[in-house]
């Protein structure tokens, strides 16, 4: 993959966006700080979820800060299980709503990243996913590389439940991916997986346990299947591009 090429020049409204977006991401990490305050002790199952709603609630219109302060810095440091994360939002603010702050808050980390990413470069791709991914990152890497179905190949891998898009978020930006195309086709790519979580976890306040029960079984049983085979089902969606690029070709 190419080097991303810096701009000779740097113009005023290119300093006052910069300003902008930091002021911006600032007061985020700000929320996020103090959504932790709430949730020390965090860890997992129905512990974490119950501690994470009663958080949400306790901070009255500010819970809509914290969601997004969580869900950012779920998609940034990814130390939270972004399940849990879906599941609370989900709780306390219903299947729609929920499901559009949980997006938005995934969105705005996905932006931190990509221009973090931009302006730092491989290096700082290397420091962040740790030697733990290497592999993963090399094979990654390779699946990224065909600039002429990067598009779809983008598309797909966040559609499907399980796959390691912590990874992916960092390794995109090393690509020739136009920014807008990235979060437009990673953001709706992941809508089905979290609102089916946010589903869920509203369909349990409301006591609709078979609804809950059908959407869980089906994602849950897509997640497992993703996170066991992620290798190969990126293998398989390979192919498959391929395949599909060739016979236009």
Request: charge should be positive.
């Amino acid at each position: 993959m190419g080097e991303i090429e810096q701009k000779k020049t740097i113009t005023t409204a290119d300093k006052i966006k910069f300003a902008g977006l930091l002021i911006f991401f600032v007061l985020i990490i700000i929320a996020s700080i103090f959504a932790v305050r709430f949730i020390q002790g965090f860890g997992g199952g129905d512990d974490a979820v119950a501690s994470l709603v009663q958080a949400i609630k306790d901070a009255g219109v500010f819970g809509i800060l914290i969601c997004l302060g969580i869900q950012f810095i779920q998609v940034v440091v990814a130390f939270i299980p972004g399940e849990v994360v879906q599941v609370a939002i989900g709780y306390v603010y219903g299947t729609a709503w929920g499901g559009l702050l949980t997006l938005l808050g995934a969105l705005i980390g996905s932006i931190f990243i990509f221009y973090l990413v931009r302006k730092l470069g491989a290096p700082f791709v290397q420091g962040m996913l740790g030697k733990k991914e290497s592999g993963k990152t090399g094979f990654v890497q390779k699946l990224l590389e065909d600039s002429k179905r990067l598009n779809a190949t983008i598309f797909i891998l966040y559609l499907i439940p399980g796959l390691p898009k912590d990874v992916f978020n960092y390794l995109v930006p090393l690509t020739e991916m136009r920014p807008a195309n990235f979060f437009v086709l990673s953001t709706i790519a992941r809508a089905p997986a979290i609102f089916a979580s946010t589903f869920v976890a509203h369909a349990f306040s409301q006591g609709n346990y078979l609804g809950m029960a059908i959407v869980a079984v089906i994602f849950g049983g897509l997640g497992i299947i993703g996170i066991v085979f992620n290798e190969k089902i990126m293998t398989l969606v390979d192919r498959l591009l391929a395949r599909l690029s060739h016979k236009k070709a």
